[in-house]
């Protein structure tokens, strides 16, 4: 196992949910997600439809939740 998985792992296991600025928990999450959501719909949308639909609020979390 990647001892930069199992970082993560822990910072993630400690993360109280609060999207504040500094947490570094956050910010792997965000970073996965934004992740998951290019490797599921950029190639299929194209950039600009990519990009339109991560400025819709909620878009993303409630097409990946259906």
């Not at 990647?2 to 970073?31: C, H, Q």
């Not at 190639?43 to 600009?48: C, K, R, S, V």
Request: overall charge negative; aromatic content about 14%.
């Amino acid at each position: 196992e990647d001892e930069y998985i199992r970082g993560a792992l822990t910072w993630l296991e400690k993360w109280n949910f609060r999207m504040d600025p500094e947490s570094i928990p956050a910010t792997l999450f965000n970073v996965t997600f934004l992740n998951l959501l290019e490797n599921t719909y950029l190639d299929e949308m194209g950039d600009l439809l990519f990009t339109n639909f991560l400025e819709l609020p909620n878009a993303p979390i409630r097409n990946i939740s259906s």
